[in-house]
């Protein structure tokens, strides 16, 4: 079945520098979606792609949705405290009709 | 503002004791899911409704039912819950199914005793 990679598994950094992380696949995708879960609650939607080759920023987020529409990559900018959760990417596959989940990147940022 | 509310955010059951989940939303959406999620790990499809067209993740137990009474609300039953059902429950939305983004609520925490 199709399958996502995210990486990397967890980042542990100083506050101010910048973050990236990236999922690959070997199937295309339609849709990109970055989303963030807090301890305790639901994942929140960060970004969401729809166009191979689109790069959509929010705030200090910057997304991109790989032109080959197999991969896309989150950037966040100078990090602060309250970046701490785990980011999950999901795909959107028209040959399923369901989003596939990457397996989360957690992050935590030192003060 | 338009949202995903679940209810209630902790639940503590115990084993082989029906309990029943609840998820409504105020976006108006068509097609509602529910998923689960252990230990941060990813979320796990379990089934999802398209209007009132229920569809059945083939890896879900028949332990877990779902009922959809109408557009605003739908509701996870899990029949006899054991051990291995704790887990944070997820319900999302989306305004059609397939590729669409899909916004999710909060998530109700479930703890079988």
């Known amino acids: 079945g199709q399958q996502l990679n995210q990486s990397p598994q967890s980042m542990f950094i100083q506050e101010g520098e910048d973050v990236s992380m990236n999922c690959t696949s070997s199937s295309i995708f339609n849709t990109w979606l970055w989303y963030k879960q807090e301890p305790g609650e639901g994942p929140v939607l960060l970004i969401a792609?729809?166009?191979?080759?689109e790069l959509t920023s929010n705030g200090r987020l910057t997304a991109q949705f790989g032109i080959t529409r197999k991969d896309s990559f989150l950037n966040i900018s100078a990090s602060i405290p309250s970046d701490v959760g785990i980011y999950f990417c999901a795909g959107g596959s028209s040959n399923t009709g369901k989003l596939i989940f990457g397996q989360g990147t957690t992050l935590q940022v030192k003060p | 503002d338009a949202m995903v509310i679940q209810n209630p955010r902790y639940q503590v059951t115990q084993f082989g004791k029906p309990v029943t989940l609840s998820c409504s939303q105020t976006l108006n959406h068509n097609v509602m899911y529910w998923y689960q999620q252990k230990s941060s790990q990813a979320p796990k499809l379990l089934f999802h409704?398209?209007?009132?067209?229920?569809?059945n993740e083939a890896d879900t137990p028949d332990n877990f039912q779902s009922r959809r009474p109408n557009t605003s609300f739908c509701f996870l039953d899990i029949r006899s819950p054991g051990l291995g059902d704790a887990a944070m429950y997820l319900c999302a939305t989306s305004r059609v199914g397939g590729t669409e983004t899909q916004y999710f609520g909060p998530g109700t925490r479930l703890l079988v005793l």
């Open positions: 792609l729809y166009k191979a080759g």
């Open positions: 409704y398209y209007d009132k067209d229920f569809n």
